[in-house]
């Protein structure tokens, strides 16, 4: 299996609040790519009626999915806050449009952001490789259940005998880490607040 240069998730939350400031498309699809750790492709061809933010849920399609098999995303607050936020520059079909109708932004389009606006960043991760940071941090930081953990990553449990019997998908446990990742992705630039504010 190959191994991607991916950002030590320690380094995650100050990189984050930059992105925040971002007002390009390619920019806030690279943080909802983040705060959901999906991956790139589920991300650029994102429509807006795979979403039901009435259960904070997104619905990705199988023919959407690296693996063949639908997949729910649970969502924090942080990644509807940008959507919201996204609504008014996007178009009636796709959440991150591309420039030509009817089509969406290109896969290479967060690597070029990366490479332009963060090259410290670029060198240091690949865009997949933020999902090991989600998974490095589920791991090393919480003692959520690996299964849990998996199926935010939209992973397949290799055993068929095992998965046979593994019928649910975990979304209350999955909403739970969602919403600790979005809080640990947040405390640094809160903290950070706080120290500017005694500075002023």
Same mark, same amino acid.
């Given at each position: 299996? +190959?191994?991607?240069?991916?950002?030590?998730?320690?380094?995650?939350?100050?990189?984050?609040?930059?992105?925040? +400031?971002?007002?390009?498309?390619? =920019?806030?699809?690279?943080?909802?790519?983040?705060?959901?750790?999906?991956?790139?492709?589920?991300?650029? =061809?994102?429509?807006?009626?795979?979403?039901?933010?009435? @259960?904070?849920?997104?619905?990705?399609? #199988?023919?959407?999915?690296?693996?063949?098999?639908?997949? &729910?995303?649970?969502?924090?607050?942080?990644?509807?806050?940008?959507? #919201?936020?996204?609504?008014?520059?996007?178009?009636? /079909?796709? /959440? @991150?449009?591309?420039?030509?109708?009817?089509?969406?932004?290109?896969?290479? %389009?967060?690597?070029?952001?990366?490479?332009?606006?963060?090259? #410290?960043?670029?060198?240091?991760?690949? /865009?997949? =490789?933020?999902?090991?940071?989600?998974?490095?941090?589920?791991?090393?930081?919480?003692? @959520?259940?690996?299964?849990?953990?998996?199926?935010?990553?939209?992973?397949?449990?290799?055993?068929? &005998?095992?998965?046979?019997?593994?019928? &649910?998908?975990?979304?209350?446990?999955?909403?739970?880490?969602?919403?600790?990742?979005?809080?640990?992705?947040?405390?640094?630039?809160?903290? %950070?607040?706080?120290?500017?504010?005694? +500075?002023?």
């Amino acid at each position: 299996m +190959k191994h991607h240069r991916s950002l030590p998730y320690e380094k995650l939350p100050h990189f984050i609040n930059q992105l925040k +400031k971002s007002n390009s498309l390619s =920019g806030m699809s690279l943080l909802f790519l983040i705060l959901t750790a999906s991956r790139t492709s589920e991300v650029i =061809g994102a429509k807006w009626n795979e979403f039901n933010l009435d @259960f904070n849920v997104w619905n990705v399609p #199988e023919d959407r999915i690296k693996t063949r098999i639908a997949h &729910t995303v649970t969502l924090n607050k942080s990644s509807i806050d940008l959507l #919201e936020k996204i609504k008014p520059f996007s178009d009636e /079909v796709y /959440v @991150f449009p591309g420039s030509k109708p009817k089509t969406h932004i290109s896969n290479n %389009a967060m690597l070029q952001f990366l490479k332009e606006n963060h090259p #410290e960043i670029h060198t240091q991760s690949v /865009v997949h =490789g933020f999902r090991s940071s989600f998974r490095d941090w589920a791991e090393e930081q919480h003692n @959520f259940s690996r299964r849990a953990i998996e199926l935010c990553l939209s992973h397949q449990n290799d055993n068929k &005998t095992e998965s046979a019997y593994l019928r &649910t998908n975990l979304l209350n446990k999955r909403h739970h880490i969602m919403k600790e990742w979005d809080l640990f992705l947040n405390e640094n630039f809160i903290e %950070a607040a706080q120290i500017k504010s005694i +500075k002023m």
